[in-house]
């Protein structure tokens, strides 16, 4: 099963929304809302701050959201500050109890 | 406090074998599935496979690059998964990650480890 596509990189100031894309196929994103977004920093395991979609975990801020159109997925971070600078991955469902990652997009916070 | 603790990983060389494991405490281990996850230096993840729990029979699934070579297995009384590695070649080169989908259900890792590289190289 083919990687997600994700944007390699995305950049905001401080204050901004910015949103990153993760597009699969109708056997993947498509057709189940088993998607999920992990933040991952330098050195560190990632974390889970969007699940099924568009729901987020206890403890993750109300600035990150996640959306589903068609084929793509999208996650949202509104109020960008210098701590969300890190690596972004999704994840989805690809049928057949196999799963499959994005191959992450790297935030700037400029 | 709720953990996974990865160990096991060093240097091998192509065609060799290594076997990872994954401690895990501070939750119900026998409960949810159990997954590993790699992550090539500079590179994106990749999701290795799976282990369900005891209640699904232990069903395990792989992904298309590690079937037939790993194999993934856990021992609930131990609160222990393991990854079994054959044949490793120089692309399964990475750290690897166990997670589990405890709190949020599947398809959402919500606890993982802190990784354990493996290096297979001559």
């Known amino acids: 099963h083919s990687a997600l596509t994700q944007p390699a990189s995305v950049s905001g100031s401080p204050g901004q929304s910015i949103t990153i894309s993760c597009t699969g196929a109708?056997?993947?994103?498509?057709?189940?809302?088993?998607l999920s977004w992990y933040q991952q920093h330098p050195g560190k395991a990632p974390k889970l701050i969007i699940y099924e979609g568009n729901k987020r975990p206890s403890g993750v801020s109300n600035r990150f959201s996640g959306s589903k159109s068609g084929n793509t997925a999208s996650l949202t971070i509104s109020g960008l500050q210098a701590e969300d600078a890190a690596d972004y991955y999704c994840c989805s469902y690809a049928g057949s109890n196999t799963l499959v990652f994005g191959g992450g997009t790297n935030l700037t916070v400029l | 406090e709720v953990q996974l603790v990865e160990s096991g990983g060093g240097l091998v060389q192509p065609g060799g074998s290594l076997k990872l494991s994954c401690a895990g405490s501070?939750?119900?281990?026998?409960?949810?599935?159990m997954y590993w996850v790699r992550q090539a230096s500079g590179k994106g993840l990749e999701w290795v496979g799976r282990?369900?729990?005891?209640?699904?029979?232990?069903?395990?699934e792989y992904a298309a690059s590690v079937k037939g070579r790993f194999t993934i297995s856990r021992d609930d009384s131990k609160n222990t998964a393991y990854l079994q590695m054959n044949s490793l070649k120089t692309e399964d080169t990475a750290v690897y990650y166990c997670?589990?989908?405890?709190?949020?259900?599947?398809?959402?890792?919500?606890?993982w480890g802190q990784g354990t590289m493996v290096t297979v190289s001559s």
């Open positions: 997670t589990s989908t405890y709190y949020y259900g599947p398809g959402a890792f919500d606890i």
């Open positions: 501070g939750f119900s281990f026998s409960g949810p599935g």
């Open positions: 282990i369900r729990s005891k209640a699904n029979s232990y069903a395990t």
């Open positions: 109708s056997s993947d994103i498509g057709t189940y809302s088993l």
